[in-house]
Nanobody, 124 residues
Framework: QVQLVESGGGLVQAGGSLRLSCAASGRAFSKYAMGWLRRAPGKEREFVAGISWSGGSTEYADSAKGRFTISRDNAKNTVWLQMNSLKPEDTAVYYC?????????????????WGQGTQVTVSS
């Protein structure tokens, strides 16, 4: 079992940056792949970025490539999502999620534990 708590969301102007944090409980954190996913208003939840258990492998949605960076520190039980050059279409609730498998997953349904989400709003 993993409990996840996101922070760092907020309101930012287009072109700005935000850094989301996810603090995880549990000693098994370092064994799990982690991901950031989002749900925009009126849309389905979608994958944004994922990272393997060691941090050695990452995957990004096309919409995030070149702008977002996912990273983790297993000693701190924390994963981050650095978001740069934000666009209004990035507006969504962002969720941190953990996958009991160690390898990066891009499917929304592959993740086993979810945080409560943090709102990101990008104004034009």
């Amino acid at each position: 079992q993993v409990q996840l708590v996101e922070s760092g969301g907020g309101l930012v102007q287009a072109g700005g940056s935000l850094r989301l944090s996810c603090a995880a409980s549990g000693r098994a954190f370092s064994k799990y792949a982690m991901g950031w996913l989002r749900r925009a208003p009126g849309k389905e939840r979608e994958f944004v970025a994922g990272i393997s258990w060691s941090g050695g492998s990452t995957e990004y949605a096309d919409s995030a490539k070149g702008r977002f960076t996912i990273s983790r520190d297993n000693a701190k039980n924390t994963v981050w999502l650095q978001m740069n050059s934000l666009k209004p279409e990035d507006t969504a609730v962002y969720y941190c999620a953990a996958d009991r498998n160690p390898w990066v997953e891009t499917g929304v349904n592959e993740y086993d534990w979810w945080g409560q989400g943090t709102q990101v709003t990008v104004s034009s």
